[in-house]
């Protein structure tokens, strides 16, 4: 990782995925989580010739997969010219040093990775500094591991005291003086973005929240009649956007926020903290869900952790079931006596199941081809409105 910003000049073209299959992950959520890598180096900028899965019960401590499959990767790097090798799971220093040397190519992991889209993503001041916060604060615990072959050779003996020791003692304070300066322009930034907020007065506000790529921007768009970027790669969105909403007489704010993703860096969950301050700070949540994605479940259950993570998972929510003309299922035959699975369930079915029983309130709509789109908006206005009711009960507006 370079010290400024993670992106780089020139970007490999083609890479290959490494997944493991274990007890606590076995092949169909291996298969699942090599998926969403692969979308997400499609978001960073390379095309996925392969996927390599390893069974194994622990990690190796020095390729984390093995001798025999860093091997097989080996061979296949050199036959096809790959540029890029992708871990889904995080990588030691040492281990990442090590798979260095033998497949001699570039080697990132899920954190990495996410961390290198999300410097190329940024587009503010506000959004870069935070992610810069994060690369660092990455990078502060993993210097010794990265340092250990210098001292080997600058330190002579080896012993502590040596040239290599004094190198990493220089890079930590380098490091710590830059995570320190930047948590300053932070904390500048956030006083700025707290009295902003202050100065919107006393419209309910509204957030847009969901797993990255459901369709909030598209939403926030279809609602404020605005132009918000929206595109079909992960993590479109890293600034906030707030808007000032009208629907029939009723004005709220409403701001379409970072997508979540699972095993999203804890490094940049504390350096957006401004960020999701618009989530925390929200009267009312709209959780967007995919509802065409095979595993939207999972999806729910990443957003709904990362709420009570951040302190917001006990607000009014609506869940909004996104993109249904994507939708299909598999239809069962009459003589299939195989039991049903939530790919046998219809649309129809889906809305019997517990997404109607258990997430009151909740809607199924299609953003992209504003299906059921006046249904979402009177959802919420009534939603607004009540709390609107509640709040200021003096108040003269007119519903």
Request: proline share 2%; charged share 30%; no cysteine.
């Given at each position: 990782?370079?010290?400024?910003?993670?992106?780089?000049?020139?970007?490999?073209?083609?890479?290959?995925?490494?997944?493991?299959?274990?007890?606590?992950?076995?092949?169909?959520?291996?298969?699942?989580?090599?998926?969403?890598?692969?979308?997400?180096?499609?978001?960073?900028?390379?095309?996925?010739?392969?996927?390599f899965t390893q069974k194994l019960e622990k990690p190796d401590k020095s390729t984390f997969i093995g001798k025999g499959k860093t091997q097989e990767i080996a061979a296949f790097i050199k036959e096809n010219n790959i540029d890029v090798v992708i871990f889904d799971d995080e990588l030691s220093p040492?281990?990442?040093?090590?798979?260095?040397?033998?497949?001699?190519?570039?080697?990132?992991?899920?954190?990495?990775?996410?961390?290198?889209?999300?410097?190329?993503?940024?587009?503010?001041?506000?959004?870069?500094t935070q992610v810069q916060l994060a690369q660092y604060q990455y990078l502060l615990p993993r210097l010794t591991g990265m340092w250990?072959?210098?001292?080997?050779?600058?330190?002579?003996?080896?012993?502590?005291?040596?040239?290599?020791?004094?190198?990493?003692?220089?890079?930590?304070?380098?490091?710590?003086?830059?995570?320190?300066?930047?948590?300053?322009?932070?904390?500048?930034?956030?006083?700025?973005?707290?009295?902003?907020?202050k100065s919107r007065g006393e419209m309910i506000r509204v957030a847009l929240?969901?797993?990255?790529?459901?369709?909030?921007?598209?939403?926030?768009?279809?609602?404020?009649?605005?132009?918000?970027?929206?595109?079909?790669?992960?993590?479109a969105t890293l600034d906030t956007t707030v808007r000032k909403v009208t629907i029939d007489n009723l004005f709220f704010l409403l701001s379409d926020t970072v997508?979540?993703?699972?095993?999203?860096?804890?490094?940049?969950?504390?350096?957006?903290?401004s960020t999701l301050d618009e989530v925390?700070?929200?009267?009312?949540?709209?959780?967007?869900?995919?509802?065409?994605?095979?595993?939207?479940?999972?999806?729910?259950?990443?957003?709904?952790?990362?709420?009570?993570?951040?302190?917001?998972?006990?607000?009014?929510?609506?869940?909004?079931?996104?993109k249904i003309d994507a939708f299909t299922y598999e239809k069962k035959d009459e003589d299939d006596l195989t039991p049903i699975t939530k790919r046998n369930l219809s649309m129809d079915d889906l809305k019997k199941t517990w997404m109607g029983a258990l997430n009151s309130p909740c809607i199924f709509i299609s953003a992209q081809n504003k299906i059921n789109v006046d249904e979402l908006k009177s959802t919420v206005y009534n939603m607004v409105k009540e709390m609107h009711v509640k709040r200021y009960p003096y108040n003269n507006l007119l519903y």
């Open positions: 990782m370079k010290s400024d910003s993670a992106s780089t000049t020139h970007q490999p073209k083609l890479a290959v995925l490494v997944g493991v299959i274990s007890k606590l992950q076995d092949e169909d959520r291996s298969k699942e989580y090599l998926e969403e890598l692969e979308f997400l180096a499609e978001t960073y900028g390379v095309e996925t010739r392969k996927w040492s281990q990442q040093r090590n798979l260095e040397k033998e497949l001699g190519k570039k080697i990132l992991d899920r954190t990495t990775l996410i961390l290198e889209i999300f410097s190329q993503r940024a587009q503010t001041a506000h959004a870069k250990t072959h210098l001292e080997r050779q600058r330190g002579g003996t080896g012993t502590r005291g040596g040239a290599g020791e004094k190198e990493i003692e220089t890079d930590r304070r380098i490091v710590r003086d830059k995570i320190a300066a930047l948590k300053e322009q932070l904390l500048t930034i956030d006083k700025q973005m707290a009295t902003q907020r929240v969901g797993y990255t790529n459901v369709g909030k921007s598209t939403i926030m768009n279809l609602m404020s009649k605005s132009h918000v970027f929206a595109e079909n790669k992960l993590f997508g979540f993703i699972r095993k999203l860096p804890t490094q940049l969950v504390e350096s957006f903290k925390r700070e929200a009267d009312i949540l709209l959780h967007v869900v995919d509802i065409s994605h095979p595993h939207f479940e999972d999806h729910i259950n990443v957003v709904r952790e990362t709420l009570k993570e951040i302190g917001a998972g006990d607000k009014p929510t609506l869940l909004i079931f996104n």
